[in-house]
């Protein structure tokens, strides 16, 4: 395996322009009091008060490329600890796992959060690559940051867009997952089942994804896609009560000059309304199988999570090796990874133990 070696370069010229100082300042992220190793993590509180937006940062973001990307990614832990990947999911960002990444990591896991093409930092190495956001495309980086990374197998973890890679990887490769966490569960989905048209209660959950389907939609995300982004946080999880800079810390990333193109395109090629690349046709026909998990698997939900999800009953015989399913209370809504870090955090360490 050819290994790239990940550096703490400053972003070049151009990122740092598109971004600015003030951008830059809010990637950092709070880190979270921990308390000493132990099997068990304290249960999160019902109902908490937002963690202060500045209060710890990552440290230094790394960049390595890998694909067709230059990764710009966290990395917290021991190098030689057991690594875990954690991806997240739209509108989102790294610091989806900003309380959970350092518990990880004082528990000697090496934890990667890498920003997905068209987030953050994170950028194509060519102006000639697609700017596509279909799954297979986006499981396929994250196969590439294990590839370059040097990392045979790692614990895989995800919320939204990410939960749907992360299934993407354990169904596919098998073999560089060691266990996988998932917030609602089994989200790999195909073209052909977009095209099924379901009841209008359920039709009215996906409107942004219609309005996307328009140029409106396109030019709209593109003039307001903080207003936008804030709108859904506050749709997926109606109490969760976080503050203007732990929004806009994670706003920060949207301002990638590729993010509407992803974003747009992954929500199209769902539709049918756009091609995704030939490149990803034999990984598409083979998700459009539903293809069970076999790997160790715990799936997670919140008890108020306002974005559409699956109940657990339609996903559950889809995990056919070790599984188990926890339902989290408190009020916990679609980014659950945030809301409630301590139980996600420990979804990561029983996995492989189950």
Not at 115 to 143: C, E, H, K, M, W
Not at 189 to 207: D, Y
Not at 222 to 229: C, T
């Amino acid at each position: 395996m050819t290994t790239a070696v990940p550096t703490d370069r400053p972003l070049d010229a151009r990122r740092r322009n598109l971004l600015g100082g003030a951008a830059l300042a809010l990637l950092a992220g709070p880190l979270g009091a921990l308390g000493a190793a132990a099997p068990a993590l304290a249960a999160a509180p019902r109902t908490s008060a937002p963690t202060p937006a500045g209060a710890a940062a990552w440290g230094p973001l790394k960049q390595i490329d890998a694909g067709v990307l230059r990764v710009s990614y966290a990395e917290l832990g021991p190098r030689h600890g057991t690594p875990v990947l954690l991806l997240h999911g739209w509108p989102y960002d790294i610091h989806t796992y900003a309380e959970v990444a350092p518990i990880l990591a004082r528990q000697g896991y090496r934890v990667i959060v890498p920003y997905l093409r068209g987030y953050g930092p994170t950028a194509f190495l060519s102006a000639d690559t697609p700017r596509n956001g279909q799954q297979a495309a986006l499981a396929v980086d994250a196969i590439a940051l294990l590839d370059a990374l040097g990392i045979e197998s790692a614990i895989v973890g995800g919320c939204d867009w990410g939960a749907r890679t992360a299934g993407i990887l354990a169904a596919l490769w098998p073999q560089r997952c060691r266990g996988l966490v998932s917030v609602s569960g089994y989200l790999i989905g195909n073209q052909q089942a977009g095209q099924a048209p379901l009841p209008p209660k359920a039709e009215l959950q996906w409107w942004y994804q219609f309005y996307f389907a328009t140029e409106r939609g396109e030019r709209g995300y593109a003039e307001h896609r903080d207003e936008f982004a804030r709108l859904i946080w506050q749709l997926a999880s109606p109490q969760w009560r976080f503050d203007d800079a732990t929004f806009a810390r994670s706003a920060a990333a949207f301002a990638n000059p590729d993010h509407v193109a992803i974003v747009i395109h992954n929500y199209r090629w769902r539709l049918g309304l756009a091609q995704g690349e030939a490149r990803f046709d034999e990984w598409e026909a083979r998700l459009a199988k539903a293809p069970n998990i076999a790997i160790p698997t715990i799936t997670l939900e919140g008890d108020a999570n306002g974005a559409p999800h699956p109940p657990a009953s339609a996903y559950a015989g889809k995990f056919t090796g070790k599984y188990q399913h926890r339902e989290i209370d408190g009020g916990i809504g679609h980014n659950l990874p945030q809301e409630a870090p301590q139980a996600f955090a420990q979804a990561i360490i029983d996995v492989t133990r189950l």
